[in-house]
């Protein structure tokens, strides 16, 4: 029944979105049944006949990040220092989209912490992430853009320098305006061509 | 009434100490009246006698963290670079217990991202921090340590290596040991005194 498994979907989809919104206001500790369902104009019933627990809630809006992370177009820049650069310069939060996206996953961090399988997922991730910096670090020594040293130590450098540097801005915008990010992000980057 | 005074006095210190186990294994998404009230092995109604609201008990948990930061005593070592690192290292995530504070404080974050006075004091707690750091920046600065810059980029700069470093830790504690930690901020410092 085709017209069924579409409704089906597209009322996933309003879930989805539901709790995209709730995440991106109340965060992780905000995101329960009862709040979904307010957020969709919708009764707790139809929340729990897509989500049997808490915690599938949260495997979800997991899913969701990881799926919008990946649905994103990928900034166009040669590799070494340039791909270095345009792909940190694409997660900070620079607009008010990316202060919300990087807000939820932020917030992910307490829920992903409580649940060893959930924290296991993140430290997949970030290595995930780590193993993409690494690969421009590789390519800007190849290149002589930066000194040789240990790829894997710098790209996790990079990586802690971009993670706080989110963390911060999300707490005091006023403090972090987009064009002081990219310069902080720039002086980085140069602290690494000096080596 | 003295006696009850100090009665009342101790409960709260359990109900403090109940409230920091439940942050340091399900973080702030878990801390409600109830799971209070179980790690204590009470009634839920004795630790609503204490917090009126969620929101009561998730403002406790800040105080306690911040309290608990205050208390820690500070390292010794002389103001600039030296001073730098003490401060950084003693921070970072090299014992299990600096990994317990460091993860209440990482999942304090969503908590305190979704309600704006909340979040209003981690910026200003995150601002203190980068005060403190600015401090010993511009001491290496003086001393000849650090080659001149703009301070505050400097501080936001290292403490971003910082949070971002400790982050990681939590989610992959194996890829990251305490000797790599040290030598990550080893190599970060050096890069600093590069310039």
């Known amino acids: 029944m085709p017209r069924h ?4 979907d597209a009322r996933r ?3 989805s979105a539901a709790v995209w919104r709730v995440l991106s206001t109340q965060g992780f500790g905000g995101l329960t049944m009862r709040a979904v369902a307010a957020e969709m104009g919708a009764t707790t019933g139809l929340v729990t006949h897509y989500f049997g627990s808490k915690q599938e809630l949260v495997e979800h809006a997991l899913a969701l ?18 791909g270095l650069r345009a792909a940190l310069a694409d997660i900070l939060p620079l607009t008010p989209e990316g202060a919300a996206g990087n807000r939820i996953w932020v917030g992910s961090w307490d829920a992903a912490l409580g649940v060893p399988e959930l924290a ?11 193993e993409r910096i690494r690969h421009h670090v590789q390519v800007a020594q190849r ?3 930066i000194p040789e040293s240990d790829p894997d130590d710098l790209a996790a450098s990079i990586q802690s320098f971009a993670l706080g540097l989110i963390v911060q801005v999300l707490f005091d915008a006023d403090a972090f305006p987009p064009e002081r990010q990219l310069r902080l992000l720039d002086a980085f980057l140069a602290s690494l061509e000096a080596g």
């Open 5 to 8: 498994k579409g409704d089906h």
């Open 120 to 130: 296991a997922g993140h430290g997949v991730r970030y290595a995930g992430a780590r």
């Open 65 to 82: 990040l990881d799926e919008r992370r990946q649905s994103r177009p990928r900034p166009e820049a040669p590799d070494g220092m340039a």
């Open 143 to 145: 290149q002589g853009e």
């Open 13 to 15: 989809r309003d879930v």
